[in-house]
């Protein structure tokens, strides 16, 4: 076996290891199942990589995100080490070769998801190889207590009887004590040591601002915080707006959502790696996997869903252990905002049942009949003609599928589909005399072969356009018109979600809903609703202490930090030393011309906006500064610059 600390330095270049990490490694090694606790940026893949390399044999990580696997594959492979994924969009050959690669060749890492575990051949070859460690990424995932539940994840303790040799280890950064009770029980773990690392982050300042004016105070912070910086957002359009309002102020921004295409979403993403983007714009499809240590702000401009959600994304910031913000912008009406959106993402036992009979009418489908016709859904149209909320019916059209009574195809996972109809024969003779269809019919002949004329192949539009050199709409307009002069069978992608009954429809009164349990998920819903605005409006207690309870951690140490230890637990010295300096910078800019208040707030570099607000107070009680007559901040004459003592 080899060392852990030569490896450690060899493959990772680090000189010793970080708190916990050489603990876990050691259980690992021993042959323990651990679950390891460690908050975002405490180096929590070290954890199972070391021992994967100081053993034979391959590690198998299970991981709930694609970006997050190839970025962890990519990073491997760069330091020489064998590693590989298998995702969606690989075709069976690519598959069977990683495979291969895992039996037969030297790899030591294989990433997956968690719903790949369940096909019949990864089963069959997984039991192939020789497997030293079974690691669970993201482990809150297995439990419906954690914010990002994922049925799939339930299944992965059936591994244990396909791999009966490998040890587990199961990680995440987020997990309260029911979450963590109940990934030990879900993923069955013998005689399981729980390691536990503090969640506090001693150099990461939490703060909340309530305002009327999110993005004014957005480029307030920007402006005094210096570096790059992550803007979180709840909406696409937002992010778009927002992007595009900062580069106007001259700040080299972009922004990210997942409606972009992946090469455009890659671009992005590096851009602000590399530093040549110093802030982006984006939904929470940003980050996860995001390993940049030098952000040093972290803006939410909306009310989380979650302080799980909220814990993982302001930990991004600051993994370089140096000060970091994590600032939380709200209004008033935030809170009722939040609570009805989460209200209808989680929909009541009454809400569902009234949806499947309006769908049930509005398709036409008879009790007891069984349709699998996939017809389109027009949520606007279907909630007009029920006089059905529109977001509530969407909302519940999607439980109702995640239930298994129907099926929601979205349109982004219906491609375009094309099938020859005619005989090679004819279809040459279609060619010779219509020329204006060669180009494009040759295309769909190199990329699809003969299979073209023996079943419906999945095409991209724009693909085509780019390897013929014809517009993406000229292209759908020859697909359509060969359709129409029967050369093809051409079935365009949808532009609207697809519905399909996967039972025969159920009377209503017999709708098979576990009840009790949609009751529970919607009730655990809506009581992290409640601790996120309970964290957000409350003025008297640090903010990381808060934090820290809910993750059933006490602290009974201040931060320092937070906004409310700036102004109500900062230890005197602190208090202090930080009006002194901001006094010194205040009598500077007021040395040169007056100031309106907000404007002097902006122009104190570094500093929380209460503590320099109190700092101007404390000046006006003591008649150093003064108000002229157009109501700005002006220095009395006789006040020297030179700091109190």
Not at 271 to 293: C, L, S
Not at 507 to 516: T, V
Not at 570 to 598: F, G, M, N, W
């Given at each position: 076996?080899?060392?852990?600390?030569?490896?450690?330095?060899?493959?990772?270049?680090?000189?010793?290891?970080?708190?916990?990490?050489?603990?876990?490694?050691?259980?690992?090694?021993?042959?323990?199942?651990?679950?390891?606790?460690?908050?975002?940026?405490?180096?929590?893949?070290?954890?199972?990589?070391?021992?994967?390399?100081?053993?034979?044999?391959?590690?198998?990580?299970?991981?709930?995100?694609?970006?997050?696997?190839?970025?962890?594959?990519?990073?491997?492979?760069?330091?020489?080490?064998?590693?590989?994924?298998?995702?969606?969009?690989?075709?069976?050959?690519?598959?069977?070769?990683?495979?291969?690669?895992?039996?037969?060749?030297?790899?030591?890492?294989?990433?997956?998801?968690?719903?790949?575990?369940?096909?019949?051949?990864?089963?069959?070859?997984?039991?192939?190889?020789?497997?030293?460690?079974?690691?669970?990424?993201?482990?809150?995932?297995?439990?419906?207590?954690?914010?990002?539940?994922?049925?799939?994840?339930?299944?992965?303790?059936?591994?244990?009887?396909?791999?009966?040799?490998?040890?587990?280890?199961?990680?995440?950064?987020?997990?309260?004590?029911?979450?963590?009770?109940?990934?030990?029980?879900?993923?069955?773990?013998?005689?399981?040591?729980?390691?536990?690392?503090?969640?506090?982050?001693?150099?990461?300042?939490?703060?909340?601002?309530?305002?009327?004016?999110?993005?004014?105070?957005?480029?307030?912070?920007?402006?005094?915080?210096?570096?790059?910086?992550?803007?979180?957002?709840?909406?696409?359009?937002?992010?778009?707006?927002?992007?595009?309002?900062?580069?106007?102020?001259?700040?080299?921004?972009?922004?990210?959502?997942?409606?972009?295409?992946?090469?455009?979403?890659?671009?992005?993403?590096?851009?602000?790696?590399?530093?040549?983007?110093?802030?982006?714009?984006?939904?929470?499809?940003?980050?996860?996997?995001?390993?940049?240590?030098?952000?040093?702000?972290?803006?939410?401009?909306?009310?989380?869903?979650?302080?799980?959600?909220?814990?993982?994304?302001?930990?991004?910031?600051?993994?370089?252990?140096?000060?970091?913000?994590?600032?939380?912008?709200?209004?008033?009406?935030?809170?009722?905002?939040?609570?009805?959106?989460?209200?209808?993402?989680?929909?009541?036992?009454?809400?569902?049942?009234?949806?499947?009979?309006?769908?049930?009418?509005?398709?036409?489908?008879?009790?007891?009949?069984?349709?699998?016709?996939?017809?389109?859904?027009?949520?606007?149209?279907?909630?007009?003609?029920?006089?059905?909320?529109?977001?509530?019916?969407?909302?519940?059209?999607?439980?109702?599928?995640?239930?298994?009574?129907?099926?929601?195809?979205?349109?982004?996972?219906?491609?375009?589909?094309?099938?020859?109809?005619?005989?090679?024969?004819?279809?040459?003779?279609?060619?010779?005399?219509?020329?204006?269809?060669?180009?494009?019919?040759?295309?769909?002949?190199?990329?699809?072969?003969?299979?073209?004329?023996?079943?419906?192949?999945?095409?991209?539009?724009?693909?085509?356009?780019?390897?013929?050199?014809?517009?993406?709409?000229?292209?759908?307009?020859?697909?359509?018109?060969?359709?129409?002069?029967?050369?093809?069978?051409?079935?365009?992608?949808?532009?609207?979600?697809?519905?399909?009954?996967?039972?025969?429809?159920?009377?209503?009164?017999?709708?098979?809903?576990?009840?009790?349990?949609?009751?529970?998920?919607?009730?655990?819903?809506?009581?992290?609703?409640?601790?996120?605005?309970?964290?957000?409006?409350?003025?008297?207690?640090?903010?990381?202490?808060?934090?820290?309870?809910?993750?059933?951690?006490?602290?009974?140490?201040?931060?320092?930090?937070?906004?409310?230890?700036?102004?109500?637990?900062?230890?005197?010295?602190?208090?202090?030393?930080?009006?002194?300096?901001?006094?010194?910078?205040?009598?500077?800019?007021?040395?040169?011309?007056?100031?309106?208040?907000?404007?002097?707030?902006?122009?104190?570099?570094?500093?929380?906006?209460?503590?320099?607000?109190?700092?101007?107070?404390?000046?006006?009680?003591?008649?150093?500064?003064?108000?002229?007559?157009?109501?700005?901040?002006?220095?009395?004459?006789?006040?020297?610059?030179?700091?109190p003592k």
């Amino acid at each position: 076996m080899a060392n852990i600390h030569h490896i450690l330095q060899q493959y990772f270049g680090y000189p010793k290891f970080r708190p916990l990490q050489q603990e876990i490694i050691e259980a690992v090694l021993a042959g323990k199942d651990v679950l390891a606790l460690m908050p975002t940026g405490g180096g929590k893949s070290l954890c199972f990589q070391v021992p994967a390399l100081a053993q034979d044999g391959l590690c198998l990580v299970i991981t709930p995100l694609i970006a997050l696997m190839k970025d962890q594959v990519a990073a491997l492979q760069k330091r020489g080490i064998a590693a590989a994924a298998i995702f969606t969009g690989m075709n069976y050959a690519a598959i069977d070769q990683v495979l291969d690669n895992c039996i037969y060749g030297k790899m030591k890492f294989l990433y997956v998801s968690p719903e790949r575990i369940q096909t019949s051949i990864f089963q069959t070859r997984v039991q192939q190889m020789k497997i030293n460690s079974l690691v669970v990424d993201e482990a809150h995932c297995i439990s419906q207590w954690g914010y990002d539940f994922r049925p799939a994840y339930l299944n992965i303790a059936t591994l244990r009887t396909l791999v009966p040799k490998g040890n587990m280890i199961a990680l995440t950064a987020t997990a309260t004590r029911k979450v963590r009770t109940e990934i030990q029980e879900k993923l069955n773990l013998k005689d399981g040591v729980v390691f536990q690392q503090s969640f506090a982050r001693e150099n990461l300042a939490y703060m909340v601002k309530a305002t009327e004016d999110k993005e004014a105070q957005l480029i307030r912070l920007l402006q005094r915080v210096p570096g790059t910086a992550i803007v979180y957002v709840n909406t696409r359009k937002k992010a778009e707006s927002i992007a595009k309002k900062l580069m106007l102020n001259n700040f080299s921004a972009s922004y990210y959502h997942a409606g972009l295409d992946t090469a455009t979403r890659d671009k992005r993403q590096l851009a602000w790696m590399q530093g040549k983007t110093r802030v982006i714009v984006a939904t929470n499809a940003f980050g996860m996997g995001i390993d940049k240590p030098n952000v040093r702000l972290i803006v939410h401009m909306h009310l989380p869903t979650s302080l799980e959600a909220y814990y993982q994304e302001a930990g991004r910031a600051g993994r370089d252990l140096y000060k970091s913000y994590a600032i939380l912008l709200y209004e008033q009406q935030d809170t009722f905002a939040l609570r009805t959106v989460v209200e209808s993402e989680n929909p009541t036992v009454k809400q569902l049942k009234a949806v499947y009979q309006q769908l049930a009418n509005y398709y036409k489908i008879a009790v007891g009949v069984q349709d699998s016709t996939a017809y389109p859904l027009d949520i606007k149209a279907f909630a007009y003609a029920t006089r059905l909320d529109q977001q509530i019916a969407y909302q519940a059209i999607k439980s109702l599928a995640a239930e298994g009574l129907i099926q929601l195809n979205e349109s982004f996972y219906a491609p375009s589909t094309v099938r020859i109809i005619i005989s090679t024969k004819a279809l040459y003779a279609f060619q010779v005399s219509k020329k204006q269809y060669y180009s494009l019919i040759q295309a769909l002949l190199r990329f699809h072969g003969g299979e073209l004329f023996t079943e419906p192949c999945t095409i991209v539009e724009s693909q085509l356009a780019i390897h013929t050199h014809i517009p993406v709409a000229s292209i759908s307009k020859q697909l359509h018109t060969l359709h129409r002069l029967r050369i093809v069978d051409y079935i365009p992608q949808p532009n609207q979600p697809q519905i399909t009954f996967l039972q025969a429809r159920y009377p209503i009164e017999k709708l098979p809903l576990d009840e009790k349990a949609l009751q529970q998920r919607r009730n655990i819903a809506l009581d992290r609703v409640d601790a996120v605005i309970h964290y957000a409006t409350h003025k008297h207690r640090c903010r990381s202490q808060l934090l820290l309870e809910y993750f059933d951690q006490i602290e009974y140490q201040y931060c320092n930090l937070c906004d409310i230890c700036l102004t109500k637990y900062a230890p005197k010295h602190l208090q202090q030393a930080d009006y002194h300096l901001a006094r010194e910078q205040i009598l500077t800019h007021l040395e040169k011309l007056p100031y309106a208040v907000s404007d002097l707030v902006d122009a104190v570099d570094n500093m929380p906006e209460e503590t320099v607000l109190r700092s101007i107070r404390q000046m006006l009680d003591q008649q150093e500064i003064r108000y002229d007559a157009a109501a700005r901040l002006v220095k009395n004459e006789d006040v020297c610059l030179t700091t109190p003592k």
